[in-house]
């Protein structure tokens, strides 16, 4: 069983020489292909390397570029020859300089003797293919492409929309059903040579002249007219990146490549001479394992992933998405807790307990940086200075997410903070956020301070909890929001405490639910009557009713205070 | 309009430099070159033209602004070196960018170059396994002509120079340790450039003046070509669609990391001497911030402080990728 190889060579040539005198040498006829603008004294210097092994031979050279007919007009003329020259050959392979064997020759014969009338041939017709790059596909074979898409892009692109425009179409040869596919084949000689002697070649030869890629249909449809048993696949292991280029092998493959038994494998770097040096060895012959690129092509998947969907919730030098564009704003889910700290003073200690989750206090106070077990240092370095906060709260917020993104953060919010974020938080749909309304009234209702100040402040907070609550309600949030008014809280915490902690993920969830000790409320509906007294109109708590009078602990009488 | 000015300065500038050493007729079409400009750079040179002629960079540019220790005289016993020397000021030449420019422009065009400082070490995607050249092979397969890598400051556990460095050895075996996720990222609408700060020096020396802390966004390495000037040291490119070196769609590009060996025992004399030189950047702001922070607080370290282990783990957290080069 003889193999024969056709390899299509332009850049590279002293590794071309080297496959090429590796086959040789292994016992199969070799036909080469350089493309006609290959520089002169490399040429000869293949010429020169492989002149003492007379199953080498050249083919007529062509000037090849690439989604052109040349390519294919060099594949024929080779192939041509090594029918002509070497009637011995079963199947012949098409390689090309940039190929690299991974398996012994004499594996390779020996699966294509268990598959003598076989052609490995990836054909598929054209609307089952998705993978085509450029949004051209099946205008591949019914417009025409008379230039170059590499030197005259303008014109190119132009006479494809005159053609769409004027709802220009060809239609292939009758008989011929397009198919599309890898342009690296192993055809039997068989079928290769039907095609190559089809009383109609002339015709198919003109229609494929003015097809985009044709080296890519040619043959894949070709065969199909001609062959017995077609195995649409190649033996060549080849990925294409997302950008349509094929992916390069280095040194650093080696064991990806041994174990994918793959026959042939494009595209090595010219330089790996590791992988030169391995694969091109003689080795002793094993089996006739059958290839297997799983592994390979989930690396080049992933790699494929990255380039196009990175990793949700990174900001960095060369991921830096637009608004709407950041698919993950932040990069995992966490939870924003709004009242809490001002109605349980010991909530964030209790939730730590309680949650698996790390419990910050408030990020964004106006006063310190409150990370978890007041650190000064958080993950990644982030520090508790508040200008290196302010400069960028958003870098803040994603950096510290991203950071520690094994552990769900937790952290307190309060009108009172520094909120730059209520859009981001509002838009993110990793943010849970959970709000009291009007809790930051029980915080001034236990401040000792002057009425007149409790006053102004209630009105600063009340006016800032408005604002953000009118984020939080608005069309745009993607955050899941849960807001109560301080009374509906307060008459049961037990049960959105409970909803919450589920949400964060329950440290022991089979003990039943302690709440944290609230604060006394006794004399609140006084305090808020107070305001209202005072010409302010409370409205985020909802309804305390307002037993008697009320006294301000810290000894304010009522009455004394300032005007509006 | 800037980037005819960037390029008249080099001109400018040109006859400031004096060649001392130039072998640059040994330059081969498709050689890496490495550009730098120099003072008193001695004790860090020989590990620093090692490291980058392991990576494949076959031949260095240097200019050396007066140095008095003897950098000249080794650099002139290096065959791969040519040398250019210049006593004019540093800070008068744009901070060495427009000498820089001057040799990119006349040297470096058509090669791809790497413009880098004596204390910066570039680390991309698989350089352990892969020369530069797989990386610039690459690269222009897709036509890109510019590879970001930002500045990552390298500091040791306790004073920096407690334990002194010593010519030839590896800096990273001593300041081995970096921040890990405290960088802030804006993007620079005019020049389409990613500004990026942090890092620990924002939050040791800057930490109340956060808008002055220095630039960590380079593109270093460059295929370049005569229509380009560096606008900034390496942290802005003219013309500036060079500087898109980001992904905006939620990818990620490939990109690497100057790993930054300044925070070593050499970097006590050169604070002292920029203090009184005053030939750096912003009135030498930050080595004046230094001055006052070196002494009040000399350790960089923290709890969260990473130890460098290899560039897979500057890529996991995020400092890095290898963008679709796989």
Known sequence: MTVGFLMLCHTALERAAQVARFWAESGAPVVIHVDSRAPRHEVEALHRRVSDLDTISFS????????????????????????????????????????????????????????????????????DVGWTVGGIDTERFTLRFPFSWRRNRRLFDGYVRLQRRFGFRRNPPAGLVPHLGSQWWCLTRRTLDDILSDPRRKEYDRYFKRVWIPDESYFQSLTRLHARCVDSRSLTLVKFDVRGKPHIFYDDHLELLRRSNCFVARKIWPRADRLYDTFLSPRPAIGTAEPDTATIGRLFDHAAERRTRGRPGLYMQSRFPRQDHENGKTAAPYSVFQGFTELFPEFCGWLSRQAAGRVHGHLFSPERVEFAGGASVGPGCLTDSLPLRDYNPRAFLTNLIWNDRSARQCFMLSPRDTQPLNWFLATDPNAQISVVTGAWAVRLFRARRPFAQIRREAARLQRLETQQLGVLRSGYVKARVRIWTLSEFVENPTEPLQTILEEVGVRNPRQLLTPPQMVDLTGFGGFLQELRNRGMQPRLMGDFPAPGGWRSPGGAVSGEGEGS | MDRQRGQFRGFLHRRELRAVSDRTGSIRHDDVLCFVTLRNERVRLPYFLDYYRRLGVRHFLIVDNDSADGSGEYLLDQNDVSVWHTSASYRASNFGIDWMNHLLRRYGSGHWTLTVDPD???????????????????????????????????????????????????????????????????????????????????????????????????????????????????????????????????????????????????????????????????????????????????DLWTNWSEKYINWRQLEILGLMSRGMWT
Not at chain 2, 137 to 150: G, K, N, Q, S, V
Not at chain 2, 246 to 252: C, I, L, S, V
Request: charged fraction near 25%; charge should be negative; glycine fraction near 6%.
């Open chain 1, 60 to 127: 007529a050279r062509h000037a090849c570029e690439w989604g052109t007919w040349s390519l294919v007009a060099a594949t024929i003329d080779a192939a041509q020859q090594m029918l002509d020259r070497h009637p011995e050959v079963r199947h012949v392979f098409l390689a090309s300089g940039a190929c690299l064997p991974l398996r012994p020759l004499a594996e390779l014969e020996a699966y294509l003797a268990v598959h003598p009338d076989t052609d490995f041939i990836e054909s598929v017709t054209v609307a």
């Open chain 2, 120 to 298: 910066e070490f570039l680390i991309y995607p698989f350089h352990d396994t892969r020369p530069i050249g797989a990386l610039t092979d690459w690269l222009d397969t897709y036509e890109i002509r510019a590879f970001p890598a930002m500045l990552l400051d390298m500091y040791p556990k306790g004073p920096f120079d407690a334990q002194p460095y010593h010519e030839g050895q590896d800096p990273f075996e001593i300041a081995c340790w970096f921040d890990s996720g405290n960088y802030m990222i804006r993007k620079n609408e005019k020049q389409r450039n990613l500004w990026i700060q942090g890092g620990p020096r924002a939050r040791a020396f800057f930490a109340r003046r956060p808008e002055e802390a220095p630039s960590l966004n380079k593109i270093p390495l460059v295929r370049w070509s005569k229509d380009q000037v560096f606008l900034s040291s390496t942290h802005m490119l003219l013309p500036r669609r060079l500087n898109a070196v980001y992904d905006e769609w939620g990818g990620e590009k490939a990109s690497g990391c100057l790993l930054h060996a300044k925070f070593l025992s050499p970097l006590r004399g050169k604070v002292a001497e920029e203090m009184t030189r005053n030939q750096h950047y912003g009135a030498s702001r930050e080595y004046r911030a230094y001055g006052s922070g070196l002494e009040t607080t000399p």
